[in-house]
């Protein structure tokens, strides 16, 4: 957008180049504007105003300033003396900031390959690459020291933290996986294992919809999971979460999202969840 917009301002006001100076300031207060307008007017929508999005937009808008700075011909007759020196550390400068702006994108991509390595491993709870894929509500996940391995009845035995899902006092406490390895077609069952130090049972709700899904409670599958004290396997057959929307399967080779919650909790509750796979 800053690369359009300088070429826009000075094919419209060629008088611009002139005071090449202003015409920077004048590109950076209005992206800047526009960035902030365009978080703020999230507030109209579900969804909330991000202060790390408008960062973004201003790196954006240094790295166009930048960029643009080390091709435009009103910049180099303004230093004249030290233009080939100020392009050079433009260019320089621009090119840092859209790597280090980048890093989070290919942090992302890397999470991506190996959450495809790990299925039919769709979440993987104590694994690095997990993180981007987990949102929560009401609820907290970390990593702690494994109080006893073996009690846990988790499988990295030879790790020694384990990760600690607290679900706080709430409507929905809970996690969500958001896009999974979305083709489970090939598939039968879905095990979910986790081990609960709770003294007595407690319910979650386990959800899968696709990415069709349209929000109503029938498009989706829904299933009540009686937690009990200690050790908890269980086995959800993969038919049954096909054919639990009304009237329209499941789209099996496009499963978007999983969530586990519970519902009207009146406490904390502690959990030490392993993974959620198919087989």
């Not at 981007?132 to 996940?141: E, G, K, M, S």
């Not at 006092?169 to 958001?178: L, T």
Request: proline share 6%.
């Amino acid at each position: 957008m800053t690369l359009a917009f300088m070429a826009i301002l000075r094919g419209v006001f060629p008088a611009a180049g002139n005071k090449t100076v202003i015409s920077y300031m004048l590109a950076s207060a209005v992206l800047v504007t526009v960035a902030v307008l365009t978080e703020l007017g999230q507030l109209l929508t579900h969804r909330e105003p991000s202060l790390n999005d408008i960062i973004r937009d201003l790196a954006g808008v240094l790295i166009g300033l930048g960029l643009y700075a080390t091709i435009d011909p009103c910049f180099m007759a303004l230093w004249k003396r030290h233009c080939y020196v100020l392009r050079i550390g433009a260019f320089i400068l621009s090119s840092c900031l859209l790597v280090v702006s980048l890093l989070p994108l290919l942090h992302l991509a890397f999470a991506y390959m190996q959450r495809n390595e790990a299925f039919p491993v769709i979440i993987d709870f104590q694994a690095g690459w997990a993180k981007p894929f987990l949102q929560f509500n009401q609820a907290v996940l970390t990593q702690v020291a494994a109080p006893d391995l073996l009690a846990l009845g988790i499988d990295h035995q030879d790790q020694q933290q384990v990760s600690q899902l607290n679900l706080n006092q709430g409507k929905y406490p809970g996690i969500s996986i958001i896009e999974p390895y979305p083709d489970w077609s090939a598939y039968n069952t879905l095990i979910l294992e986790l081990y609960s130090p709770q003294a007595q049972a407690f319910g979650l709700v386990l959800l899968i919809h696709d990415s069709q899904h349209n929000q109503a409670y029938s498009d989706r599958f829904n299933q009540a999971l009686t937690v009990k004290p200690g050790n908890n396997r269980f086995r959800i057959p993969l038919p049954g979460v096909e054919h639990a929307p009304a009237g329209l399967d499941m789209d099996m080779m496009h499963i978007a999202n999983v969530m586990l919650f519970a519902v009207n909790i009146d406490g904390p509750v502690k959990l030490y969840p392993d993974t959620l796979s198919l087989e």
